[in-house]
């Protein structure tokens, strides 16, 4: 009797341990996320866009359409999305999709082709000689690159995209040149110009008024003033790169000359850039001295 109550206890302790081994049931993850699938085609012929960015916005998800324009956004949480398609040659789309849990969104998004570049050329002349000017540079506001005219005074801008720009045309010792021009899509645009030099020049002779002979080493200066110069022994002077004067009630230069023994004489001249303006002496002898 006793033996077999031993038995029916080891087998009850045994049959303890066997259901501690047994494993709870464990409860399943949920999956929330759900997809956005579409095509990206050509506005212009319908044909499907291979190798096109489709992203969200922030770059959270990011595929390339397969040969067939065809795109999926895996594992995108539920809410609303902005998306984005991109590629070169195309200007960008956007569109707006709600995704629902482990559902699937559409977003088929359609591209326009880029207008086509167009080339603004053209000439630059001198306003006062309508010779060809050289090394002129110019530039583009909004910048698309600098280029600098020829020795026919011709320059050329390539494949400019559209839009509305401001030309800006430089050169030494010429005041700038601006123009506002708008490039269309696969045209030229031809913009002929000139330029207004920014100095002039002024020259002339200093003689005797007694007899007509050459002053030498007379002082000749401006007011405003320039440059100080002196005569040569045939009584000539240069006064370079004179600038053209504005913003002034009187826009003149007094021009002077004085030698000692000899009254200052004083000559009122009206610049035009780019040109020689003369301005001749005949100095009288100082009495008073």
Request: aromatic share 8%; net charge negative; proline share 4%.
């Amino acid at each position: 009797m006793r033996r077999l109550q031993k038995l029916m206890l080891v087998l009850a302790l045994g049959g303890a341990i066997i259901g501690c081994d047994e494993q709870l049931p464990v409860e399943e993850a949920i999956d929330v996320a759900g997809n956005i699938r579409g095509v990206v085609t050509d506005s212009e012929t319908g044909d499907a866009i291979a190798q096109a960015t489709v992203s969200t916005q922030n770059q959270t998800h990011s595929v390339t359409t397969d040969v067939f324009g065809s795109y999926e956004l895996p594992n995108v949480q539920p809410g609303d999305y902005t998306l984005t398609a991109m590629k070169v040659g195309y200007q960008t789309a956007t569109a707006d999709v709600n995704v629902d849990t482990n559902g699937l969104t559409y977003g088929d998004m359609v591209l326009s082709p880029s207008p086509r570049p167009g080339d603004i050329r053209g000439t630059i002349l001198d306003v006062n000689t309508d010779s060809a000017l050289t090394n002129v540079k110019l530039t583009t506001e909004p910048f698309t690159e600098q280029v600098i005219t020829n020795a026919n005074g011709a320059y050329f801008f390539d494949d400019i995209p559209v839009g509305s720009y401001v030309l800006t045309a430089k050169r030494a010792n010429y005041t700038d040149a601006t123009h506002t021009i708008t490039v269309v899509s696969d045209s030229t645009v031809v913009i002929d110009f000139t330029m207004e030099p920014a100095f002039g020049e002024i020259q002339g002779t200093v003689r005797y008024a007694a007899d007509n002979l050459p002053v030498y080493n007379a002082v000749v200066y401006t007011d405003p003033a320039t440059e100080v110069v002196f005569t040569d022994s045939a009584g000539t002077y240069t006064i370079q790169n004179v600038p053209e004067l504005t913003g002034r009630t009187n826009q003149y230069y007094k021009v002077m000359c004085e030698k000692s023994g000899y009254t200052t004489g004083e000559i009122n001249v009206n610049l035009t850039p780019g040109k020689i303006t003369i301005a001749n002496f005949n100095l009288v002898v100082d009495d008073g001295q």
